[in-house]
């Protein structure tokens, strides 16, 4: 049976054919076009910038969300082929009112989703979201008449607007003195042109692969160690210096290092961290609760701090902002530098790693090795929210002298490691996330876990 098309605070997301329809976009966009006309009083037109990651259905769902928002008077411009970000950056740039990217990230190519930006760049927060949704599903759409439809336009300046606010993030020079040999993965998503275009002009010597953005991805979407076989493989291949995965809206990366070693995600943040904490001595950064514990061990050291936020990048960006942080992200590989947008890029991720490489005169194996050390354990449990709550509970009691962080589930930090549990928002789900640098030490941990949550759970 196929699964429920799902609308979440980021958007809509859903399987072509079965539950997403060109139909269902066009609503979502009236809705989403009706809501940001009802933002404010003014009659101003306003204008939305719309993108696409690379899959086939994404012309389709775009046209249909463009038609939605004509329907209420709202304009377009459309972007093409865009990366999440670099519709992020447009938006900013063009002063639209908001953004649309049809992506569904990771997800396989069956699937296809519509996420929505405020003027911002970022994701609605959940009051604005539930107005969404409400007009979505009541269909409270202020239609107009044929003299009032929006109309809709093409903009193809995304690529090089993007990497006009990349390159001053690092010195480019310095960087193509070393002419590094890098191999980048663009798994055919939307991410190819632009990220080997921010290569070049850092004087990188590119081998590209799975560049076309055709969305037919040649393997796994999520840049995960298992899907990025072929990538460790090219780079011991070309001898490189380092390979790049992008997922296919290109603002998660990953990174092999030169022995083509797949180094895992959570090292694109510690790793551009490092870049910025040398330069910002003392600065914050942010990070959600489920990020590896090498970033505070990095802003520690250069007298710097890390806040910490709930899991989703728009909660990593408002905290960027409230506490003026110069770097933050995920664990997932996504990357945020405010100068650039508040939305996870992995462009600006590989400019700060080839620009730590190129500074310090370190192989990625080096800088990677220097930063280890930790191991990360994930496990889930089928729990609701009550059941897992009152498993938080007794991982309290039994966990006395943990520092807590309850933001978004609960978060038990030890001296020798963390453990992150919280519930998913869109199914029954309680993850565990664990950080130790001590096998022993984790076996402890998520042995104590393993029966708190069998008492609970039967
Ligand atoms: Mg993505």
Redesign the pocket.
Known sequence: MAQELIISISGMRGIIGANLFPETAATYGAAFGTFLKEQTADKKRRVVAIGRDSRPSGSMLLGAVVSGLASVGVDAIDLGICT?PGVGIMLRHLHCAGGVVI?A??NPIEYNGIKLLLDNGIAPPKALAEKIRKIYFEKQLKRVNSADCGQVWANDKSCEIHIDKVLPLVNPAQIAAKKFKVVLDSINGAGGPVGLLLLKKLGCNVTAVNIEPTGIFAHGAEPTEENLKSLCENVRKAVADIGFAQ??????LAIVDNTGRYIGEEFTLALAAQYMFAKNPGASAAANLSTSRMIDDIAAAAGGKVIRTPVGEAHVAQAMIQHQCVIGGEGNGGVIDLRVGPIRDSLVAMAMVLQLMAETGKTVTQLADSLGGYTMHKTKYKADAQRAKAIIEKAKQIFPDAKLNTSDGCRFDFADGWLHIRTSNTEPIMRVILETKDAAIAQKYLKTMESICKETLG
């Open positions: 999440t992506t990230s990771h997922d296919p809206d290109a603002d998660r």
